[in-house]
């Protein structure tokens, strides 16, 4: 029993348990909170030592705060007693309530266990009541307040200061400021938990507002151009944003730039390739229209960016100017397939326009109407197989057949007029041209080189300019050039050959110096079934043929 009144007992006791609860409220931390929690029961519940055990996240339960004696707070502070031992304690002894009591005469089973302890020895209880310093008392604190919810920590305590084991009034008030203290342990860990969390959104704000930085000023900046575009929809491809560079490089301000789509500035011909790299990401190389209206070759390199939630939302678009590239490749692409002294296609660029025209099967009579019909809508003649003039400076790209009648298939084939001697029945063919020049070798030898080198010059511009736009004027070596005519009869080609032979014969000055040359013309004729060095070995034959039956004095100059 009390040894005061009993209603003196619980006023003072709920006076100083009014003002530990009170301090609960006041710490800030989780330390201080553990810390005030160890105080309170030495202050205000009258024991002289209080420990405060808290369970960590893998179950077991540190020492977290102690209270009353110095040297048994440094000396176990911070140890750990397992979750297996404490659910030993916590289910021994007698049941106070919610408290656990474990007199002396049981706890000495718990004297090798591995939670940490004070060991303090005393004398034998003189009387029923009174508290032996190996009698164990403990409180735990559960997260909901009652026994049935998660195990917060224990409140250890020890050494009641009227050297009585507390009676119903003593119990009750530890057991309500246990509840109370699991409550300011909760509140605390939640309000580190929130600290923590706020210190982390705003260093992830900061990183965000970093890297937003970091790629407004990559974006801006970068030397080539950059753009950002709707992805999906009906306005995909429409451009949000643009950097300088691209702007500059196009010749439009952003504001302009604001009002397209990728689509309204490619070339047309590259619109499949944009809308490609649009839709599959990647990289393509086009053409992109400037302000001026001229185009300008670009690489296109797409990255798609992705929201985790809503998938594909834009294309960043990086575009970068190869325009000094293409140029430079089309300039040894013209080198390969081009004379470096006349610039005309030489000898490999001739036999590829020449076998374009050709298949391997040959063709016998007249040609069907079904091919006549064709041959009436086809530009081969004057066009090569990528629709672009087949002029002096085109690069025609070779077929690639797939197949054993790829030869064939939307082949129209190519014929001969009737030889000669046959009457002539309209049939338009290919003429092959073969010219040699008569009298270069001795203008070289007397003249020199530089001089051989401008008569050439000024033949090739000669036989260029005598020649309709869709026919082939090519140098195959030396004083030798070839004209392939399409369309032609035999009377249109021996008239062709006379126009040219006398746009040659007339002076050629060079460095003040008048210079003559003749030529001398074989017509061969092209048809499927020859080869083309086949067709030039022909001409060639006739070319000698004709030399030989002119008077040598209409062969000569100089």
């Known amino acids: 029993m009390e040894t005061e009144s009993e209603p003196y007992v619980r006023l003072a006791t709920l006076r100083q348990l009014h003002q530990v609860v ?57 140890r750990v007693g397992s979750r297996e031992s404490w659910e030993r304690r916590l289910s021994m002894g007698e049941a106070w309530g919610g408290l656990r009591f474990i007199p002396y005469t049981e706890g000495w089973v718990l004297d090798e266990d591995d939670v940490p302890q004070w060991y303090t020895e005393g004398p034998e209880p003189r009387f029923e009541d009174e508290w032996h310093p190996s009698d164990r008392l403990f409180a735990p604190m559960y997260a909901t307040g009652g026994s049935g919810g998660e195990l917060l920590g224990v409140i250890s305590v020890d050494r009641p200061r009227n050297g009585r084991r507390p009676g119903a009034w003593g119990r009750e008030a530890l057991q309500m400021y246990a509840f109370q203290a699991a409550i300011a342990i909760s509140n605390a860990r939640l309000r580190a938990n929130m600290q923590r969390a706020l210190v982390r959104l705003e260093r992830e704000q900061q990183a965000l507002r970093a890297s937003e930085e970091s790629f407004r000023q990559a974006f801006e900046y970068a030397p080539s151009g950059m753009a950002i575009a709707e992805m999906g929809g009906d306005q995909h491809g429409r451009i949000l944003r643009t950097n300088d560079a691209l702007c500059r490089l196009l010749g439009r301000p952003a504001s302009q730039m604001r009002r397209y789509s990728f689509s309204d500035l490619v070339h047309p011909e590259d619109i499949g390739t944009l809308l490609r790299t649009s839709a599959e990401g990647g990289r393509a190389e086009l053409r992109f229209a400037r302000r001026d209206g001229t185009y300008v070759w670009v690489s296109l390199r797409n990255s798609v960016v992705a929201d985790a939630a809503d998938g594909p939302r834009f294309l960043l678009t990086h575009v970068e100017d190869i325009e000094e590239r293409k140029r430079r490749e089309l300039q040894l692409a013209h080198r390969a397939s081009h004379d470096s002294l006349t610039g005309l296609p030489n000898s490999a ?37 990528t629709g672009h ?54 203008i070289n030898d007397r003249f020199g080189h530089h001089t051989g080198d401008a008569v050439l010059i000024e033949v090739a511009r000669r036989l260029t300019s005598g020649v309709r736009d ?14 392939l005519a399409d369309g032609l009869g035999r009377a249109d080609a021996q008239d062709l050959a006379v126009r040219l032979r006398n746009a040659i ?43 030989r039956s002119r008077a040598k004095q209409h062969r000569r100059a100089g």
């Open 505 to 547: 014969i007339p002076p050629i000055r060079v460095d003040g110096r008048a210079v003559r040359v003749g030529a001398s013309f074989g017509i061969g004729w092209a048809h499927c079934g020859m080869s083309a060095d086949e067709v030039l070995h022909s001409a060639d034959q006739r070319m000698y043929v004709e030399k």
């Open 22 to 78: 009170a301090d609960l409220n006041t710490a800030r931390s989780l330390a201080d909170t553990l810390q005030t929690v160890a105080d309170g029961v030495v202050n205000g519940l009258g024991y002289e030592l209080a420990c405060v055990n808290l369970v960590r996240p893998d179950g077991d339960l540190v020492v977290a705060a102690f209270a009353g004696n110095p040297a048994a707070e440094a000396l176990i502070t911070g």
């Open 389 to 442: 003039p087949a002029g002096h400076g085109h690069v025609p790209a070779p077929a690639a057949p797939s197949g054993a009648h790829a030869d064939y298939d939307h082949h129209v084939h190519t014929v001969a007029p009737p030889d000669d001697g046959e009457a002539d029945d309209g049939t338009k063919g290919l003429a092959v041209l073969f010219c040699d020049l008569d009298g270069f070798k001795s």
């Open 470 to 483: 869709g026919d082939t004027v090519a140098r195959l070596g030396g004083d030798e050039f070839v004209v």
């Open 349 to 385: 660029e001739l036999r590829a326009r020449l076998s374009a025209r050709l298949c391997r099967r040959p063709h016998a009579g007249q040609p069907s109407p079904v091919d006549s019909l064709d041959a009436a809508y086809d530009h081969s003649g004057l066009y090569g197989p």
